[in-house]
């Protein structure tokens, strides 16, 4: 078993994100995941670089007063040698 990650830089998916949205009111806008499914596909000749910015991985358990700003906890995920690193390219 394979375990792929797909880490789009923030060009590609503002790009993405653009083509989420219809502009006929008898169609539904698409989910950012509908696009990439349409749109995209793994570019299997790829190497991409493993993600090097802090994700949120969690809350901090002592939340405080309700209505008080949560920080959330963020953390660099180091590699996995069990995960590949790809690119995500336009079908067709």
């Known amino acids: 078993m394979e375990i792929v990650l797909i880490n ?13 949205y219809v502009d006929d009111d008898d169609i539904p806008d698409k989910s950012l ?3 990439i499914t349409d749109e ?17 991985v969690g809350i901090p ?6 209505g008080d700003l949560v920080t959330p ?3 660099v995920i180091p590699p996995l040698d ?6 995500l390219k336009l079908k067709g």
């Open 33 to 35: 995941l509908q696009v």
């Open 61 to 66: 358990k002592d939340l405080g007063i309700v």
């Open 8 to 20: 789009p830089d923030k060009d590609l998916l503002a790009e993405m994100e653009a083509k989420r």
């Open 40 to 56: 995209y596909e793994i570019d299997e000749d790829s190497t991409a670089e493993w993600p090097s910015e802090p994700v949120t």
């Open 82 to 87: 069990y995960v590949l690193v790809k690119k």
């Open 73 to 75: 906890i963020k953390k």
